[in-house]
């Protein structure tokens, strides 16, 4: 498949058993560079799960998983250097600083100290973190922790940015300039945004929406669509019927 051509994601077949518990059975969807998609399901649905085939944490041995074209069993490297992830608990090293974490995610990308240089700036500019580049992570709040690893999920300029709950337990401002940027990315049309989150209000009416439970997508679509569907007037209604109300 041409790269340039190819969803930012393909899901095709997915499947992963702990034992005899099916954690995920037979998952589908494709993701097209410029989107965000909103992975809702309750505790246990299976999205932890999706999250470690992606990233390679798992291997599956039933279905496959593209990104960007490449298939990332088979061209590991190619597709892993594609993607981009936040995960729920924070890996910033506390003890450096927020440009020395930053360079050393570049380096291992392979990037020269110039197109360090110059993405750094890039993406802390676009967060109103260059000025602070200096300070030690652990001087940092936790939404400005968050930009970080933001910043430096996009240094290498993924196609494919995978966010697993990232506003948990920040404030309601650090919690909204983060969906906000996120989202602002997506409308930039050069990044597809995989976010997976239990909160509702973190969903624009742009967004797509895949609901996960026990293991299976029980509805795709765009917000309208998921109402649809479920006969619903709200996302929260639709969860909860989708879902047979789990937590």
């Known amino acids: ?99 020395q974490n930053l360079r050393y995610h570049a380096s291992l990308h392979g990037l020269s100290r110039k197109q360090a240089d110059a993405r750094i700036r890039e993406e802390l500019e676009r967060q109103s973190m260059f000025e602070r580049r200096k300070e030690k992570i652990r001087q940092l709040n936790g939404g400005h922790r968050r930009r970080v690893e933001i910043a430096r999920a996009l240094l290498h300029r993924p196609s494919l940015l995978l966010l697993d709950e990232p506003t948990v337990g920040l404030d309601v401002p650090s919690r909204k300039a983060i969906v906000d940027y996120v989202h602002g990315l997506c409308l930039d049309g050069q990044i597809a945004v995989l976010w997976a989150t239990h909160l509702i209000d973190e969903i624009y009416p742009q967004d797509r929406i895949i609901v996960l439970h026990k293991g299976t997508i029980r509805a795709d679509g765009s917000l309208s669509e998921v109402l649809a569907a479920s006969h619903s007037e709200t996302i929260d209604n639709a969860f909860t019927a989708l879902t047979g109300g789990a937590a």
């Open 1 to 99: 498949m041409n790269e340039s051509s190819a969803p930012a994601l393909k899901v095709a077949g997915l499947s992963y058993a702990y034992g005899n518990r099916r954690a995920l059975d037979g998952v589908n969807f494709t993701l097209a560079e410029g989107t965000c998609t909103i992975l809702l399901g309750p505790n246990g649905a299976g999205k932890s799960t999706l999250f470690a085939l992606i990233t390679r944490l798992y291997d599956s041995r039933d279905g496959f998983v593209e990104i960007a074209g490449f298939e990332l069993k088979q061209q590991s490297r190619k597709a892993l250097a594609r993607l981009g992830v936040v995960f729920q608990q924070p890996t910033l090293d506390l003890d450096l600083s927020v440009e």
